[in-house]
């Protein structure tokens, strides 16, 4: 069955500091893999996806995110995190299962940026 | 700005009535998704519609509903409310159906089952 684990529920980081944010999947077939964000009280918005290609792919921001088909993992970092940035973070893969299609999400990362 | 707009933003309401929430998509979008958003189950798929027809359903109770209109905007209904039902609903639209079409999120609505 298709699922995404994002081990760690919450992250601290400093102002400034670098970032990464894990996420694994389980999909048989080429997966369809997204990054969202979720500031309170706001909807997601999607930083990077990635469909093919270039395994490191840009995003809004200054997000970046690179797949690893051997790790089944699509992490997602930062060079030098800003206080703005501290919200929760979705890894979701699109997968299509019994005919149709639909995007399953990690349990989320809620990242606190320390001043 | 997603360009989806959901009403109501909050709605508070009793156990065993029901409520209508109401999604317009992107312009030009012909898919809307829902989900459903909660403490404990995390985000959950619950059903998407393209240009009008029911693609899927995830893990959507009996109790609930969902239409697409020939204009695409939706509405989920919600019957016979639980204290369970309580959670953040989103709807979510892009432009085609596949999983490799970008999905623009709503701000949500919020329900409260009291």
């Known amino acids: 069955a298709q699922s995404v684990t994002q081990p760690d529920i919450h992250i601290t980081v400093s102002e400034g500091a670098s970032l990464e944010l894990r996420c694994n999947y389980s999909?048989?077939?080429?997966?369809?893999l997204f990054w969202y964000v979720q500031s309170p009280g706001q909807g997601l918005q999607l930083l990077l996806k990635y469909f093919s290609g270039d395994t490191l792919v840009q995003g809004i921001k200054g997000y970046e995110a690179e797949f690893k088909r051997s790790q089944s993992s699509f992490n997602l970092r930062k060079p030098s995190v800003h206080w703005s940035d501290a919200a929760e973070y979705f890894c979701?893969?699109?997968?299509?299962?019994?005919?149709?299609?639909?995007?399953?999400f990690g349990a989320g990362t809620r990242l606190a940026v320390h001043p | 700005d997603s360009g989806v707009t959901q009403t109501p933003k909050h709605l508070i309401t009793a156990t065993g009535q029901r409520v209508t929430l109401r999604c317009s998509p992107r312009?030009?979008?012909?898919?809307v998704y829902w989900y459903q958003q909660s403490l404990d189950q995390g985000l959950q798929f619950l059903i998407h519609y393209y240009n009008g027809e029911e693609r899927a359903k995830g893990n959507i109770l009996e109790r609930f509903s969902a239409q697409q209109f020939p204009d695409l905007h939706s509405e989920l209904n919600l019957s016979s409310l639980e204290l369970g039902d309580s959670a953040l609903y989103f709807c979510a639209s892009s432009v085609l159906g596949g999983m490799n079409t970008e999905a623009f999120f709503g701000q949500g609505t919020r329900l409260t089952v009291v």
């Open positions: 312009s030009g979008d012909l898919s």
């Open positions: 979701a893969v699109g997968a299509v299962s019994g005919g149709y299609n639909k995007l399953i």
């Open positions: 999909y048989g077939a080429t997966p369809y």
